[in-house]
């Protein structure tokens, strides 16, 4: 396995296209465990009403838009991404909160 290199010292596509591969295996590892907090949270709220949880939201997203603007990076484009991703993890609680429930 190529070890990739700093986005700075990349000369070639070859070489962007591996840090980009290696970025999105530790992406995806990231993923799988904040998932697991999803699961966690579908096992522990009593009611599904509080699986969406608005003010939550708004929470996250603020945090990456602060964390956005500190590293340099447009928030605005950081913001969409994890306003689906939140999306996504919602949707996610919610279906592991009616499974947990259906199996008692």
Not at 5 to 19: A, D, F, N, W
Not at 24 to 29: E, I, K, Q
């Amino acid at each position: 396995m190529t070890v990739a290199k700093l986005p700075e010292h990349c000369e070639t596509m070859t070489e962007v296209r591996v840090g980009v591969d290696e970025v999105d295996r530790a992406l995806v590892a990231l993923l799988v465990r904040r998932f697991g907090y999803m699961d966690a949270a579908a096992r522990i709220k009593t009611e599904r009403g509080t699986v969406r949880d608005e003010a939550r939201k708004a929470q996250v997203l603020d945090n990456v838009v602060r964390a956005a603007e500190a590293a340099g990076l447009t928030p605005e484009r950081l913001r969409a991404v994890w306003n689906e991703l939140v999306e996504q993890s919602i949707a996610h609680e919610m279906i592991m909160w009616d499974q947990i429930r259906a199996n008692r």
